[in-house]
Each structure stands twice: as C-alpha cells, then as structure tokens.
Nanobody, 121 residues
Framework: QVQLVESGGGLVQPGGSLRLSCAAS????????MGWYRQAPGKQRELGAL???????NYADSVKGRFTISRDNAKNTVYLQMNSLKPEDTAVYYC???????????????WGQGTQVTVSS
C-alpha cells in the first residue's frame, strides 16, 4: 500500500510565501513524475507544477516565476515553494506521484489528501 502525506498549507497574506511538502511511503519500487494540482472553489482541478524523476520541471503559466517545485528522491518527497502569493492562488493543493510497487508492475498515480492554502489579508 502506498500513501502520500502532505503538509505545509495554511493562511498567508498576499505577497507571502509557503512551502508544501508531500512524502510518499509504503511499498514503492520506483517513482516517476511527481507534482501538484490545485482546485479552487467552483473550479476544475488544474496542474500547478510537475517534476520528472530526472529533475525536469513544468509549470502552469499562472505560477511561473513564483513557484518552484523540487524533490528529494532519497526521501520520496516532493516540495512546492510558493512565493509572491496572490489571492487567486487560494485552493486545495493535491500532490500526486506516479509509482511502481514492484518490478514489472504497472505504474499508477497516487494522490495526497489535499492541503488548504488561503491567501488573504
């Protein structure tokens, strides 16, 4: 069984910063891409950022230049450093990871439980 546990959400003023973490644990053979989606009230879930196992990154246009995604492969953990936060960044942030649980087994996408980020004065 695989679990993704997120931490680091909260309330921050506009212009502030937060750092989200997401640690994967359990029966893990390998992890490919990891990333973060977000879902604002009344809106569809959208990709915020992703990082491949090789360290290549991709960002939504709305967060480029403000958010930085990174990972620690030894800890099976992905991070999202969010700077210059805006009220429109308010959302529930979900991490995901594409994981194989054994050699020759298919890759599945696992999700965290979500963490609330609220940007408000």
């Amino acid at each position: 069984q695989v679990q993704l546990v997120e931490s680091g959400g909260g309330l921050v003023q506009p212009g502030g910063s937060l750092r989200l973490s997401c640690a994967a644990s359990g029966s893990i053979s390998s992890i490919n891409a990891m990333g973060w989606y977000r879902q604002a009230p009344g809106k569809q879930r959208e990709l915020g950022a992703l990082i491949t196992s090789g360290g290549n990154t991709n960002y939504a246009d709305s967060v480029k230049g403000r958010f930085t995604i990174s990972r620690d492969n030894a800890k099976n953990t992905v991070y999202l450093q969010m700077n210059s936060l805006k009220p429109e960044d308010t959302a529930v942030y979900y991490c995901y990871a594409n994981i194989r649980t054994g050699w020759g087994r298919p890759e599945y996408t696992y999700w965290g439980q979500g963490t609330q980020v609220t940007v408000s004065s």
